[in-house]
């Protein structure tokens, strides 16, 4: 018989200061992030993908080139930094200490709060407008916030329990609804977009990357309960690119044979024979993503708060979710929302998996409260991010203006060949490899990974 304090132990830990236990699976993490990869957002992101700058489009060939290129890259780059959070057992934010030091690693910290929240809310009204095309709006909108955010803030109170439950009960759900779609779909003909042009392929592969990598500072508060780091790199490769690519994919299909009108995308859907039913299973299984972005949001806070019950703050953030998703109903900025967790998250990437994998991660990775503040590596991430805004400032006026004039005056003007998140991973491994390779100091051996105050 399994007693309260074993049940305890199969879930998350209270503290920040306690042990992981690990108990997921190859199984367990292909499953969360199958259904992670999978979401409502997804179809109507492949938007951004047929046509980024709203007015050329890319071929067929092109738009599906650029989402299997994307997700495949941006799946890797959540690997690096889960495979670390599987080694040290530490949640994503509390990795950082050990890479900027415990104070500096503030910043990145309120930097994934505001995207965690910004997501969170956008997942919560996805769900609403879901909901919406399945009742034709018989149904209150705030009703569905509401119980979205409920369902979404128990998940993340119990989120160990929430991936079991995903690999047990939602994925086979999922899987057999996404299949009937793909079959009932592709039954009818899939007219080819008009104005078609492959200068925009590099920014598309660029929105489907920045999905991917949206969830870079999220990895590893899953992934640490991994039982080893193989196990979190490869079920993450595989389960998210499995199922972001087949969801883009199915999305494309539905844009173009509503005629190209993106609002129209879950008619598509609910227009097959009994469409209403699996589209009812995919816009309830879309309250694991809103799930986990509270629950991340949580563990970001508890960097700064490592001695606050997550469960509490669990519960304050998803109340402020559901606050904040009361009044919204459209998507206009989710195309600049990308644009900005790409400039920040993947040069951010880039100088963690460096640095922790040829660098300081060999010698000894300080998680201590303690850590000292390593501010040079302040550095690469800065020219990552200022590469990424050279190469694609979003269309923000006064800021993409900015960016312009900085191009003139610096003679960079990215055409067909540019893409703003490889150039700027580069740029930023580089830079840190450079760090690495000239900033090397002897020391006495490895550190102890300890989240405590040393």
Same mark, same amino acid.
């Given at each position: 018989?399994?007693?309260?304090?074993?049940?305890?132990?199969?879930?998350?830990?209270?503290?920040?200061?306690?042990?992981?236990?690990?108990?997921?699976?190859?199984?367990?993490?292909?499953?969360?992030?199958?259904?992670?990869?999978?979401?409502?957002?997804?179809?109507?992101?492949?938007?951004?993908?047929?046509?980024?700058?709203?007015?050329?489009?890319?071929?067929?060939?092109?738009?599906?080139?650029?989402?299997?290129?994307?997700?495949?890259?941006?799946?890797?780059?959540?690997?690096?930094?889960?495979?670390?959070?599987?080694?040290?057992?530490?949640?994503?934010?509390?990795?950082?200490?050990?890479?900027?030091?415990?104070?500096?690693?503030?910043?990145?910290?309120?930097?994934?709060?505001?995207?965690?929240?910004?997501?969170?809310?956008?997942?919560?009204?996805?769900?609403?407008?879901?909901?919406?095309?399945?009742?034709?709006?018989?149904?209150?909108?705030?009703?569905?916030?509401?119980?979205?955010?409920?369902?979404?803030?128990?998940?993340?109170?119990?989120?160990?329990?929430?991936?079991?439950?995903?690999?047990?009960?939602?994925?086979?759900?999922?899987?057999?609804?996404?299949?009937?779609?793909?079959?009932?779909?592709?039954?009818?003909?899939?007219?080819?977009?008009?104005?078609?042009?492959?200068?925009?392929?590099?920014?598309?592969?660029?929105?489907?990357?920045?999905?991917?990598?949206?969830?870079?500072?999220?990895?590893?508060?899953?992934?640490?309960?991994?039982?080893?780091?193989?196990?979190?790199?490869?079920?993450?490769?595989?389960?998210?690119?499995?199922?972001?690519?087949?969801?883009?994919? #199915?999305?494309?299909?539905?844009?173009?044979?509503?005629?190209?009108?993106?609002?129209?995308?879950?008619?598509?859907?609910?227009?097959?024979?009994?469409?209403?039913?699996?589209?009812?299973?995919?816009? #309830?299984?879309?309250?694991?993503?809103?799930?986990?972005?509270?629950?991340?949001?949580?563990?970001?806070?508890?960097?700064?708060?490592?001695?606050?019950?997550?469960?509490?703050?669990?519960?304050?953030?998803?109340?402020?979710?559901?606050?904040?998703?009361?009044?919204?109903?459209?998507?206009?900025?989710?195309?600049?929302?990308?644009?900005?967790?790409?400039?920040?998250?993947?040069?951010?990437?880039?100088?963690?998996?460096?640095?922790?994998?040829?660098?300081?991660?060999?010698?000894?990775?300080?998680?201590?409260?303690?850590?000292?503040?390593?501010?040079?590596?302040?550095?690469?991430?800065?020219?990552?991010?200022?590469?990424?805004?050279?190469?694609?400032?979003?269309?923000?006026?006064?800021?993409?203006?900015?960016?312009?004039?900085?191009?003139?005056?610096?003679?960079?003007?990215?055409?067909?060949?540019?893409?703003?998140?490889?150039?700027?991973?580069?740029?930023?491994?580089?830079?840190?490899?450079?760090?690495?390779?000239?900033?090397?100091?002897?020391?006495?051996?490895?550190?102890?990974?300890?989240?405590?105050?040393?």
């Amino acid at each position: 018989m399994t007693t309260a304090a074993s049940q305890d132990r199969r879930e998350a830990p209270l503290v920040l200061d306690t042990e992981p236990p690990r108990t997921l699976g190859f199984v367990d993490q292909g499953a969360f992030w199958l259904n992670i990869g999978i979401s409502l957002i997804g179809f109507s992101g492949a938007a951004v993908v047929l046509s980024p700058d709203g007015k050329s489009h890319l071929p067929i060939a092109g738009a599906i080139l650029a989402t299997v290129l994307g997700t495949v890259i941006g799946a890797a780059m959540v690997a690096g930094p889960g495979a670390i959070g599987a080694r040290t057992g530490a949640p994503a934010m509390a990795v950082l200490r050990g890479l900027f030091g415990t104070k500096l690693s503030y910043l990145p910290t309120v930097a994934n709060i505001v995207q965690c929240i910004g997501w969170g809310v956008y997942e919560l009204t996805v769900i609403a407008l879901g909901v919406s095309a399945l009742t034709h709006d018989r149904v209150p909108h705030w009703i569905v916030i509401i119980a979205a955010g409920v369902l979404s803030t128990a998940m993340a109170i119990w989120p160990l329990n929430s991936v079991r439950a995903l690999r047990k009960y939602v994925s086979v759900a999922v899987a057999i609804a996404m299949i009937y779609f793909t079959v009932q779909l592709l039954r009818q003909p899939v007219p080819a977009p008009t104005d078609t042009s492959w200068s925009q392929f590099w920014p598309a592969v660029d929105s489907t990357l920045a999905v991917s990598i949206s969830f870079v500072p999220l990895a590893a508060d899953y992934t640490r309960h991994s039982r080893s780091p193989r196990t979190a790199a490869g079920a993450t490769v595989l389960g998210y690119s499995v199922a972001q690519i087949w969801c883009y994919l #199915l999305g494309i299909i539905a844009i173009l044979q509503a005629g190209g009108d993106s609002t129209k995308i879950f008619d598509t859907f609910l227009g097959v024979a009994a469409g209403w039913l699996f589209f009812a299973v995919l816009v #309830l299984r879309e309250s694991d993503q809103s799930f986990a972005n509270i629950y991340s949001t949580a563990m970001s806070i508890q960097n700064l708060l490592p001695r606050v019950d997550r469960r509490l703050l669990a519960g304050l953030v998803g109340l402020a979710v559901t606050l904040l998703a009361l009044p919204v109903r459209d998507f206009s900025s989710y195309a600049n929302f990308l644009v900005l967790i790409g400039s920040v998250f993947v040069p951010l990437c880039a100088v963690l998996i460096v640095d922790y994998y040829f660098g300081r991660g060999r010698r000894g990775w300080d998680l201590t409260e303690t850590a000292p503040t390593r501010l040079i590596m302040l550095l690469p991430w800065a020219a990552g991010f200022v590469t990424y805004q050279l190469f694609n400032p979003g269309s923000i006026s006064w800021w993409a203006n900015f960016w312009t004039k900085v191009q003139d005056t610096v003679h960079i003007h990215p055409g067909w060949w540019s893409s703003a998140s490889l150039f700027a991973f580069l740029i930023a491994a580089a830079l840190t490899g450079l760090l690495v390779r000239f900033g090397r100091q002897p020391v006495a051996g490895p550190q102890p990974v300890d989240l405590r105050k040393g």
